[in-house]
């Protein structure tokens, strides 16, 4: 058999859930994880119990018009009673979120403050013209009020279309124009690395391209001057603050859309990932409880922005669902300093923590010290998702974060999938730093090669999910056939009624079938024949004690095929010298196999990131090809790319 994807880092180290933790876990054995392998849908259906049903479904799953899956189909439900009404009566003091905003201001909103917002808003888009159906865009920072807009919309069975603040106007434009959004929920602006983000001029400019908005909410955040167009812009505070703090939720089908969300897409147009109600709010309430082990005293911090599907999943319906209490945090962690979130942990005695790998290589790069001037002791588990967390990241993240007593849980996942698949069970499974571990109840995946043919344990290939799950993606908006296409197509055999999900990830499962992602199959380099994973040379760089980050990528090359080219970025305080270039090369040599030292090294500040922090490959692709430089709009640091680009040419030329 071919191999697919060579895997090639070998790591060893692996830890139990500490035992205090495991003796108070909701799940201390296998019994969960077998009951849903022998009944899967029996599993999902008995778990549908722990949600507020206005009517029980007919079936748990319709999966007769694969890949197109209904699941709980005849069910009704409104998922705001099942996230606010039924906690009113014994929990309505208690708080559903500490705010903290960027400046200093602090507001705690309890569940009955939260439920009457969102009651009071639903009334003012209803009377804006707002039905159930509409598509409603929201473009905000990280206020009390964005929650709420996205709770308003379900409590009225609108769809919503939450678009990340951090994104151009014509981005917004994109999308609104995509989902024909009738209105536009926003602030004057947004604070952002203590910078104001003209949050209302950006929609002002979008609304110039499109035609279907007719009315927008402006929250009043940060003060500034901004323009109101007479008859469809309303100051939220002037219309919301009178409205009714009661309105009866919308009664809607389990399969109902409840919102879309764009992945932003590099290259091609944005896909609009479609979710609905019920199967939705199951997964992901359900995942939230196992993964973060949720008891009633947990304090939650998940610190994605709203705007990305983990802040739907994991900061807003999950959470909420399971009655928690959570911090939602507006800014930036470098604000005013390096320690903000230590701080806000510290203050707020956080006990589950959730955030990206992109963060923690850049906790590692401040220092230690900023961490260490906090206590963090209230820590009990700590999460990641986004990337592939390299394991001396991981291990960082255990050690000087979760003080060596809190499991690591690292979540794999997709804004498709809705919900966590592949993550450990934090009281059960034993974890190895930089492993997802393995499935979650009731969801089931496989690693395959080119054919689809399952790989043996201990190799390399694509990802796939081999069951529906409840809050996987039900099409793309407006395009079902590009569903088919990007997800049904590669590996599925339609003739034979066998359905598999594509994730488009490459991942290898090692001897005891734990899954380690590889990242997007678009980074796997071919070198002389050998398919190796940008990840797993990227992770043995960060191995280095002195290596903060690093990026790489398949150059062409006429002997090779590809060569390995990497860009580095190093801990605070070191300066990178033609010894410690070589040094590094050698070290990724011994670490994984001469094959994959790199051809080049660049030494940089700053890698180019996504808005959402993952690393653009795609542009050091291009530097490393001495390409035109592609769009760079989508970057959250379009500076550092001309910097690299010179550098890489300097050190070109110092080659010749
Ligand atoms: C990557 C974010 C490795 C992966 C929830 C996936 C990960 C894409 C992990 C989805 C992880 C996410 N380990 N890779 N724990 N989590 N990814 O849609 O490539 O923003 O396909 O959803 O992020 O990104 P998205």
Redesign the pocket.
Known sequence: MAETIEALFDEDRRFAPPAEFAANALVQDDSVSKASHEDPLGWWEAQASSLVWRKKWDSVLDWSGAPFARWFDGGKLNVTESCLDRHLADSGDQIAYHWEGEPGDRKDITYAELYAEVCRLANALAGLGVEKGDRVAIYMGMVPELPAALLACARLGAVHSVVFGGFSSEALADRINDAQAKAVITCDGAWRGGKIVPLKDMVDAALEHTSSVTSTLVVRRCGQQVSMSEGRDHWYDELVTQQAPEREATECDAEDPLYILY??GTTAKPKG?VHTCGGYLLGVSVTHRLAFDIHDDDIYWCTADIG???GH?YAVYGPLANGVTSVLYEGGPQYPAEDRFWEIVERYKVTKFYTA?TAIRSFMKWGDHHPAKHDLTSLKLIA??????NPEAWMWYREVIGGGRCPVV????????GQLM??PLPGVTETKPGS?TKPLPGAFADVVDESGQSVPLGHGGYLVLTRPWPAMARTLYGDPDRYVETYWARFSKPEEDTWVYF???GAKRDLDGYYW?L??VDDVMNVSGHRIST?EVESALVDHPLVAEAAVVGRKDDRTGQAIAAFVTLRGGTTGDGALLTELRDHVAKRIGKIARPASLVFTDELPKTR?G?IMRRLLRDISEERQLGDVTTLANAEVVQEIADKAAERRNSED
């Open positions: 992945t932003s990932i990305w599907v983990t999943s790998p990641t998702v986004g990337e592939p967390i690292d979540t794999w996942w997709q804004t498709e999938t592949i993550a997802a994730a488009g990830d992602l990242g997007r990840l959402s993952k």
